[in-house]
């Protein structure tokens, strides 16, 4: 899945929950998701991740009959009224969740725990052969920003997701399915999150395409004296920039078209580099 990538990716978020930090309670509804799909198609996303519980800080558990309510209409309009073959990604932590969303037409898995809250999500990566994205995080959503430290941020994140790509392989994940994501603002502090994105070479050079899942999150507006997470599209594409030019793979944004651009114009100047 991952042994082809050459330029950037761009995942669009579609979250179906009521509660999601910065667009939740917008595409709760089949059609409304469908619409927000199709825009993002229409703007050159690569893939639509789709989750049914929100990740924010604070955010409790969503019980998996809930999150299957909400993400299986949504995956199969897309299948049958947008698209047969753009991937779809389920962003779960539950393997019974991830299940039903494959048998639905989704074709990738986004983790948010890299197996760490139910390990039948590696074997279900494995069994059914599709890509999986592992992602740092500390703690749970609803404690991780609770007072997070690290002594060097990087090392740990970076030996972390070691393990968790050696529980993949494991568990018979092929290595060209696997992915991993730094998991910015997920039990990070401001700092943290600076020191991670300055260092994203680090986790490129481990052999993995890389994900890099900043859009609208508090930190930058902590940068940018800004509060409200609509207002730091042009500060993501900061960071999709940034990030294209230290060798990331792939970016989970809600604002498609800008990131798009933010990419590939870094895309074209990195190749200029290279000639």
């Given at each position: 899945?991952?042994?082809?990538?050459?330029?950037?990716?761009?995942?669009?978020?579609?979250?179906?929950?009521?509660?999601?930090?910065?667009?939740?309670?917008?595409?709760?509804?089949?059609?409304?998701?469908l619409a927000q799909a199709k825009r993002m198609i229409?703007?050159?996303?690569?893939?639509?991740?789709?989750?049914?519980?929100?990740?924010?800080?604070?955010?409790?558990?969503?019980?998996?009959?809930?999150?299957?309510?909400?993400?299986?209409?949504?995956?199969?309009?897309?299948?049958?009224?947008?698209?047969?073959?753009?991937?779809?990604?389920?962003?779960?932590?539950?393997?019974?969740?991830?299940?039903?969303?494959?048998?639905?037409?989704?074709?990738?898995?986004?983790?948010?725990?890299?197996?760490?809250?139910?390990?039948?999500?590696?074997?279900?990566?494995?069994?059914k052969n599709v890509a999986i994205i592992l992602m740092?995080?500390?703690?749970?959503?609803?404690?991780?920003?609770?007072?997070?430290?690290?002594?060097?941020?990087?090392?740990?994140?970076?030996?972390?997701?070691?393990?968790?790509?050696?529980?993949?392989?494991?568990?018979?994940?092929?290595?060209?399915?696997?992915?991993?994501?730094?998991?910015?603002?997920?039990?990070?502090?401001?700092?943290?999150?600076?020191?991670?994105?300055?260092?994203?070479?680090?986790?490129?050079?481990?052999?993995?395409?890389?994900?890099?899942?900043?859009?609208?999150?508090?930190?930058?507006?902590?940068?940018?004296?800004?509060?409200?997470?609509?207002?730091?599209?042009?500060?993501?594409?900061?960071?999709?920039?940034?990030?294209?030019?230290?060798?990331?793979?792939?970016?989970?944004?809600?604002?498609?078209?800008?990131?798009?651009?933010?990419?590939?114009?870094?895309?074209?100047?990195?190749?200029?580099?290279?000639?």
């Open positions: 899945m991952f042994n082809n990538l050459t330029t950037p990716l761009i995942m669009g978020i579609l979250n179906v929950t009521p509660d999601s930090f910065s667009d939740g309670g917008q595409y709760t509804g089949v059609e409304d998701a229409a703007e050159g996303v690569d893939i639509i991740d789709i989750g049914g519980e929100s990740t924010r800080p604070g955010a409790e558990v969503v019980s998996v009959a809930e999150q299957i309510k909400r993400v299986v209409p949504v995956i199969k309009a897309i299948r049958d009224e947008l698209s047969p073959t753009i991937p779809i990604s389920i962003d779960t932590t539950a393997s019974e969740v991830a299940a039903v969303a494959l048998e639905a037409g989704a074709s990738w898995i986004n983790d948010i725990s890299a197996g760490r809250h139910d390990e039948a999500i590696l074997l279900l990566a494995a069994e740092h995080i500390k703690g749970l959503p609803k404690d991780m920003q609770q007072a997070p430290s690290y002594d060097d941020v990087v090392a740990e994140v970076l030996a972390h997701l070691q393990s968790c790509v050696a529980a993949a392989l494991l568990a018979g994940v092929a290595k060209h399915n696997i992915a991993i994501d730094p998991g910015i603002g997920f039990g990070k502090r401001k700092q943290d999150n600076l020191d991670l994105l300055a260092n994203l070479d680090k986790f490129v050079a481990l052999g993995y395409p890389v994900l890099l899942g900043t859009s609208r999150k508090r930190f930058m507006g902590s940068v940018c004296d800004v509060s409200e997470p609509t207002e730091l599209v042009s500060a993501t594409a900061a960071t999709t920039a940034l990030g294209v030019m230290q060798g990331v793979h792939m970016f989970r944004v809600h604002d498609v078209k800008e990131n798009r651009q933010a990419a590939d114009v870094a895309w074209a100047i990195k190749q200029a580099m290279h000639c």
